[in-house]
């Protein structure tokens, strides 16, 4: 039988390929893993940076949850549970500065820039490698849970395909299509960039850890050519583990720990309809089947909406504009305290209230509520 060799906190491991359990839990212990710069009295524990945002997954998704934004009496912001996201409606990422603001540093190294948080909006402040390009926008992106992606990974890419309605040909005024990210069908992250986990949670490791995989071979992370200092930093790769700092035997078994989180449990209200009558159902597809017929409640199409001028950040991600947003599933709004893509909502009565472009309409049709017919709506929400 085959085995994997692998190191946890110092000790080695012998696993069987078909022990799912047992891989479940070891990349958990990957995903909470706080990691080091190199060189480290370990290799299984090295690599971090040079720049960052968190030292591991589990600071930036508390208990596999949404981020929580720490923030100091002056206003300023720890790294973690958010990200500054960069670039132009081009698509350009910001030539100094690159997809992202890593505002933390290992040793001999200094963070891109300090973040303020004020009245829901980010404020940047000592720019370390002087200014952005004349056209580079930059926005907050709160981390999304984790809870469920297996099966939303299990979605199949024609149920996708037969949601989408790109020119409004049923002239309902919802007009959601798919990202294409590298010929694929992008489903995870706030633009849908990502099409499987395995390339969501490569990307974070890049850009939010500062670590090299088999999808972002750089040990340098989002370090760009204007960074030269951080390009010739210190690296974790190891010929133990491909020449990277997380291999794809690393990577396989975090993928794993994703897919296996559970879903919330579904709620036990009914709102009369109203969900749909108001149309929200028309974008937060209350139900999905996977391609093996499993019924999931997430209340998401996986799709990109135009969502107005409110939400619009000037960003362009792959296919995606500054305006257009991934349908947010809806599942675990219980345990939501912030919401939209930035935080800037502390309800989800407020987060409708910047929803604009095609949820104009089912704005104005909540808005025209009752009260009694308001409350009742909002507690089941809330209650996903």
């Not at 760009?224 to 491909?242: L, V």
Request: with cysteine; net charge negative; aromatic share 8%.
């Amino acid at each position: 039988m085959k085995k994997y060799i692998f190191l946890i906190g110092g000790c080695l491991l012998a696993t069987p390929s078909s022990a799912d359990t047992l891989d479940f839990a070891m990349g958990k212990a990957l995903f909470d893993r706080p990691w080091t710069s190199a060189p480290a009295a370990t290799q299984a524990t090295d690599g971090l940076g040079p720049l960052f945002n968190a030292r591991s997954c589990l600071a930036c998704h508390p208990k596999s949850g949404r981020g929580v934004i720490d923030r100091a009496e002056n206003g300023q912001l720890s790294g973690r549970g958010y990200v500054i996201r960069i670039g132009n409606e081009k698509g350009e990422d910001d030539p100094v500065y690159g997809h992202q603001l890593q505002t933390n540093a290992i040793h001999g190294f200094k963070g891109e820039a300090k973040v303020f948080y004020e009245d829901g909006y980010y404020k940047l402040t000592e720019l370390t490698y002087g200014e952005m390009a004349e056209d580079s926008k930059f926005a907050g992106r709160l981390s999304q849970p984790l809870y469920g992606l297996g099966l939303l990974d299990r979605i199949s890419d024609e149920t996708l395909l037969a949601l989408a309605d790109p020119d409004d040909k049923n002239k309902d005024g919802i007009s959601g299509r798919v990202n294409m990210v590298d010929g694929k069908i992008g489903r995870f992250a706030w633009k849908a960039t990502a099409p499987t986990l395995e390339i969501q949670a490569a990307n974070a490791f890049s850009n939010d850890i500062g670590m090299s995989t088999p999808v972002h071979p750089q040990h340098y992370g989002d370090c760009t050519k204007a960074q030269q200092d951080c390009r010739q930093g210190p690296s974790g790769a190891s010929p133990q583990f491909e020449n990277l700092e997380i291999d794809s035997q690393m990577l396989h078994l975090v993928t794993t720990y994703l897919k296996g989180l559970k879903p919330p449990a579904p709620t036990t209200l009914k709102d009369d309809g109203l969900f749909t009558s108001t149309g929200c159902a028309a974008c937060h597809i209350p139900v999905l089947t996977t391609s093996d017929g499993r019924k999931v409640q997430a209340y998401t199409d996986l799709l990109l909406h135009n969502m107005g001028d409110a939400l619009a950040d000037g960003i362009r991600e792959g296919d995606a504009s500054g305006r257009e947003w991934r349908t947010q599933p809806l599942w675990g709004t219980r345990d939501t305290k912030l919401f939209l893509h930035d935080g800037r909502a502390k309800s989800v009565e407020e987060a409708i209230s910047f929803h604009g472009g095609e949820a104009q309409s089912a704005k104005e049709r909540f808005y025209n509520l009752s009260k009694g017919a308001k409350t009742k709506l909002l507690a089941f929400i809330n209650s996903l």
